[in-house]
């Protein structure tokens, strides 16, 4: 007997040994090396709550109407909504695999009788149980343990998809908004462009009447100011396009939404090149890669365990009146306790699940290597946009200066006469044309700002 309890726990140490050498227990950790090496040692780094990606989107957008719209998104969006509801989905799974530790509990009452050669049926004849069982199994080999770590990790998965989905639709919202700012802004100088451009052809045309000018400076100027009415219908559509993107963003049907003209997102300019590679770890999309990765690796483990013997313990009890084949009325107590153990001998199939397993997990670490370089990439764009356009907005305003400068100098010489109604209609153009690459410029530098905020995963809560 004591050679038996001897022997019994050198298997138990070799299979033990066996299990820790196949880290059938061992936590999911990025590797050493390479980008996972060094996305595992900055999250070591600590939490910066001055960096861009974790200041709140209110600190970010300070226009209250554009705060306004982004609440709404985030309470109506569809997309939203159902990123929630996976992680809700994904909570669930990870309880389920959670009671998996719990014994499974049946109750199967049941009766019946039966007749023989026309005998009559009595109420003796009746036999009837009223069992009760549970059932038992005993992860000595790590299946369940890693089935728990995996569900865990899709719930961190889905979460941070739900966190991607927040930061996506926040940009979305205010790359709308802005895009209508700058579009009811153009609308704006060229309407008020047409004005003047139509008080132009009037003083054409009164220069023509007096001999100063032929009938060429009057149709030109009449083409020029033809060409500033086109472009008018065009913008109106173009911003009853943006106003229906936005309503789709609200979940709400099309209507006109109102903005600030002057409203621009507040950016932090201490950012000037470079970012840390913690900043980019804290991204969603990353994170949610660096999940998938980790559900790979568990179910690596879990391919793994299917190499060992499944214990399973059952135990019953309950009620009967049948006892062999007698009936007994009335019926007794009765109770049972049994072990399994079922062992895998042809592993073929078993091979065949861990060999994909593997493949799927360097798949996954493949995946997030790119998802880490991808995001360098995107931040980098983004930076550098925001750079150059804050950059190029400075000339852009110099030139409206110089250029609405030049058309009020070229006026009042056309009044004196020492100035030609082409330099007058060169001039108008110009400026329209300056005008418009300004505001459209002070929308790419909104844009890149909003696009440099979310590629640093910025709207996380």
Known sequence: ??????????????????????HIYKKFDLPKEGIAGEVAEAQKAEYDSTALGNISWEEMFTDPQLQALIQIALDQNANLENARLNVEIANAQLLGAKLNYVPQIAITPNGGTASYGGSKITHDSWSYQLPA?????????????????????????????RQAVQSQIIASVANCYYTIVMLENQLQVSQETAKLWGESVEAMQALKDAGRFNEVAVVQSKANYNSILASIPQLELNLHKAYNAMSVLMNSTPKHWTVDAASTPTFPEYLKEGVPMSYLAARPDVKAAEQSFAIAYYATNRARSAFYPNIMISAGGGFTNLLGSLITNPGKWFYQLAGQLTLPLFRSQNIANLKAAKAQQKQALNSFEYAVLNASAEVSDALVAYTNYKERSIYLKEQVYNLEKAVEYNNDLLSFGTATYLEVLTAQQMLLSAQMSMLQNDFSVNQSAINLYQSLGGGRN
């Open 1 to 22: 007997m004591k050679f038996n309890k001897i022997s019994m726990a050198f298997m138990v140490a070799v299979i033990a040994a066996t299990m820790s050498s196949c």
């Open 133 to 161: 069982t549970a059932t038992w199994q005993i992860d000595l080999f790590g299946g369940l343990l890693n089935g728990k770590r995996q569900a865990k990790a899709a719930v961190m998965q889905s979460e941070a998809y």
